[in-house]
């Protein structure tokens, strides 16, 4: 639907340029036919013969001591082999967590958040081990909830984890806190006061759920040798593995993982959720146990995106130049750390959007809470943060009687710009240029409900539902702009590991490209047989499943697989062009001097000169040979930021998106229908533009879930969830969401490979502040929570 | 309990059925026949959908012992199941241009090309001998699959919609569509693939009555 490209500065290639399905093509997806027959083999799909069930138990409170726990109904049940607790784990280490391991295995005498496990059952039948569970009996002695920043950091505040050690513990100013981290330059009370206008502004961010579809789930099988084999969906098997290993009392090479079919992911299987609990029952019972949660458990099976308070102050001159910042944004991290330190990182660091402001006064926390984990989605801190800065832009608009989208272009970043955090922005930074796509698409037409035939209410607020025929409905326009990081920031050790094997199969040339790149549906797989074309001029490339046989490939997420993995199978294959360019030499060196005077090029399953001159055929070169090079790929390396200032060049590269919504809203009912939102975003090269197109649409609609329909309903009093459903907790369907036009630049970065840009996660931030925008346009109404529910603009 | 019952054209018999168990479970964990997907349980994703009897059902809300002596089609049978009604009514159900969207939104379609196969690369397609139906293949090439979890209810709801309704428009789309989650695409890639689907059968309907 009406899709764009635009070209900047194109990336120079010229290995590969005349190969076949290399980078730049639509080539599609590897897996798609089994994707299509129901082949794919998904993580819940695994079978094994004489396989039991396990069954997680799960804290039905959210803060309580354990008194007591008796298992011997449950032990008794046919059909039961195994029940464990807490006393029945076999090593020293019995907690995990990405950053801290601050995650019991199984709850120790408390439980910290609803739904927190607490022990586990192994049985012949899904529903046996249900039954089992059920039968198990825990007394509890609840505890005093914390729920928020005031009961987080009261003097005399219960301590959610007593004794913390980590390294974020010394500098926070409660336990109760996570981690912080301010961002001060220049002098923002100073500055205040060249401010002509100056708003202020409240908001709240509701919590997010990722909701992807291939439920939390795996199989795990005993090995002979003590160890145990794990068939797992995740994002990053050797993060797992690490977590994993020590809690087992395994050495990591008698864990083996292979990653099966992941179902989506969105930030939400960052963290283990039933991989340790397969493997405990698995190693207790001697057999294969496979554990699948269903969608009510998968709401309590991992983390959510952080819930978030936020508190933004902008200046202006009255020619609307932006005169300072000040925020304080307060994410709830719930029970356990998780991602929190890093998402405090991001919330913080690209708190200010994509302006220019020199004078900023910041804070971000992340609190410690009893109310679910939060940690990893897509966009990570910096979804919130643009929700907020956003509206303040808008706000900032109308009391300067200014265009918003004027505003921001006047005071939008570019290349050059120094960040909050004293980093230069060193590529592209076309902000000004994208808002000018989208506010320059004709707008779609008015009342497309009519029709000769009457109103069609599939395209009216409310829907089949037939509430409305035109009657109160009104249209509203909003537009927004966000930054988002590419890759792991802040000093992080962020490479991949790619091993490349190049040698003749049935009379081909055939590439063979190993990582462990989680492929989550993100078309990973594709982009790397891509960059094999392109690189080594053969069109038969294999992908190798993604398992802990080969090196870490660091995470699916942070915007950053095509980058680092994709960074590093280019750079193994170029190592293995090298190697195969040296036999040539070798073998056919003495026939044609090009072999040692011209620059070569594989392309075409040949090898020629970069005159176009064939010298050969790789399948003579590699008769009898084969090459293969496992190597790691870095990215440029980053700082931590100061602890009291925030300055340190802390990020990798950037992406940005822009957004226009159109909504129409039925003001009677609050019912709101998206009528278009239309994107564009810089990509900074390609690689697969129909992939690109599906990320953006993708991340675009997750960004219009939260700010119509998306929300994780924690009940302040209990702290426990109300909607773990998805009858409860609503995603958008294919009539709630509405036609996105995409407009994708080209603007070569030259520090990526290939000039690309990591793309998946900045358009989940502008869609959700642009929707509220056109909300607010149609309404008047000022909407400082996301998402807006129908009596926020009924005021019922 | 044991429950007779013809899966994808051919008589299955499951035994040891617990009377709680659900289609999806037995076609799953019972049957090999994991394609049918389990994202929600609860009717409410559309992932597990499946034709009973030619209707689409969410199998997670039928019993086990609903379907005694009744067919079920999956997307494991669905190249199948579409090659025997292309066999028995060539070139679709719907007389050309009678059924809302015309012969020329359809040529749009070609305006818009999105590559059929690629078979230097060996990706997506065309190998002749593999049997995809045309819903499938219209997936794979308008790049509507991503993580592929929704991916087998969605072709069954597409498929069984294009059999009694060949040229839908969008608003016919989306409201067949509107049972079946996808968290990946945002939906516009699978808007693509079932107009794409649409446009193919109406261009070889022509064809074939051209001749």
Redesign the interface.
Known sequence: ?GSTRTTGAPTKITQGSQT??GIGE????????L????????S??M?HEDMLWGQTLRSTVAHAEIVSIDIAEALAMDGVYAVMTYDDLPAEMKNYGLEIQDTPVLAHGKVRHHGEPVALVAAD?P?TARRAAAKIVIEYKELPLITDEASATAPDAVLVHEGRTDSHSRHVSHPNIVHRQPIVRGNAAEAAKKADVIVKGEYTFGMQD??????ESGLAVPSEDGGVELYVATQWLHSDLEQIAPVLGLPEEKVRMTLS??????GGREDISMQIHACLLALRTGKPVKI?Y??FESFFGHVHRHPAKLYYEHGATKDGKLTHMKCKIVLDGGAYASASPAVVGNASSLSVGPYVIEDVDIEAIALYTNNPPCGAMRGFGAVQACFAYEAQMDKLAAKLGMDPVELRQLNAMEQGTLLPTGQVVDSPAPVAEILRRVKARPLPPERQWESSEGA?V??LPGG?SNTTHGEGVVRGVGYAVGIKNVGFSEGFDDYSTAKVRMEVVGGQPVATVHTAMAE????GV?VH?QIA?TELGV??VTIHPADTQVGSAGSSSASRQTYVTGGAVKNSCELVREKVLEIGRRKFGTYHPAWATAELLLEGGKVVTDGGEVLGDLVDVLEGESVEVEAEWRHRPTEPFDLVTGQGNGHVQYSFAAHRAVVEVDTELGLVKVIELAVAQDVGKALNP??V??QI??????GLGVAVMEEIIVDPKTAKVKNP???DYL?P???D?P??PVDVLELADEHAPYGLRGIGEAPTLSSTPAVLAAIRNATGLELNRTPVRPEHLTGT | MRVNFTVNGRPQEADDVWEGESLLYVLRERMGLPGSKNACEQGECGSCTVRLDGVPVCSCLVAAGQVEGREVTTVEGLADYAKHREDAHPGGGCATGACGTSLQDAQQWKANPKKATDSQTGEGATNPDATLSPIQQAFIDAGAVQCGFCTPGLLIAADEMLEHNPQPTDADIREALSGNLCRCTGYEKILDAVRLAAARQDRQGLQEGAV
Do not use: C
């Open positions: 639907m076949k399905g639509s080539t599609l997806r590897p897996d798609g036919t994707k299509v027959t129901g082949e794919f083999a998904y819940s799909d079978w039948h529903e990722q909701a992807f579809l291939g439920p079919g992941v179902g989506g992911a969105f699948v269903n969608r069609d599939r395209q089949l989550v549906g993100q078309g594709t047989a074309r069109t038969q129909l992939s197109l599906g649409q993708g991340g675009t609609t997750q459903s998805f009858t995603i369907t294919i009539l969401t036609t996105i």
